[in-house]
């Protein structure tokens, strides 16, 4: 019977996809890089540009997500930390 053969490998196919979502989740943030941070909490207030035209170093670009996180920018500590880390490599002065 094609037509069941078809959708147990869909099946098949979809317990993978779901079992790679899982362990990534319990990777912690294998999908939360720096770039999806930026675009996703700093850019709903302001374009995520604001940030790119800046050169600064780490300790500023800490104390710049400290501030926004003041006025609203959600991230908690570990995103923040990834965060800082990809701002500063990628917008250093
Ligand atoms: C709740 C709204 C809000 C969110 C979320 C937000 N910002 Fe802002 N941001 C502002 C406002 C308002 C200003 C302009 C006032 C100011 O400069 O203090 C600003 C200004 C800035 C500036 C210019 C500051 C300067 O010193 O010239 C940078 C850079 C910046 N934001 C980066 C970020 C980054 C990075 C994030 C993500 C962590 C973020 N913002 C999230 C509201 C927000």
Same mark, same amino acid.
């Given at each position: 019977?094609? $037509?069941? #053969?078809?959708?147990?490998?869909?099946?098949?196919? &979809? &317990?993978? $996809?779901?079992?790679?979502?899982?362990?990534g989740a319990a990777l912690g943030g294998v999908f939360s890089n #720096?770039?999806?941070l930026l675009e996703s909490r700093c850019a709903v207030c302001h374009?995520?540009?604001? $940030?790119?035209?800046?050169?600064?170093t780490p300790a500023q670009w800490d104390?710049?997500?400290?501030?926004m996180m003041k006025k609203g920018a959600k991230l908690n500590a570990?995103?923040?930390? &990834?965060?800082v880390k990809y701002l500063a490599?990628?917008?250093k002065k």
């Open positions: 019977m094609p $037509a069941q #053969g078809g959708s147990v490998k869909k099946v098949a196919v &979809t &317990t993978v $996809a779901l079992s790679l979502m899982v362990s #720096g770039q999806s374009p995520s540009s604001k $940030a790119k035209v800046l050169k600064r104390g710049i997500v400290s501030n570990e995103e923040k930390k &990834t965060l490599e990628n917008y």
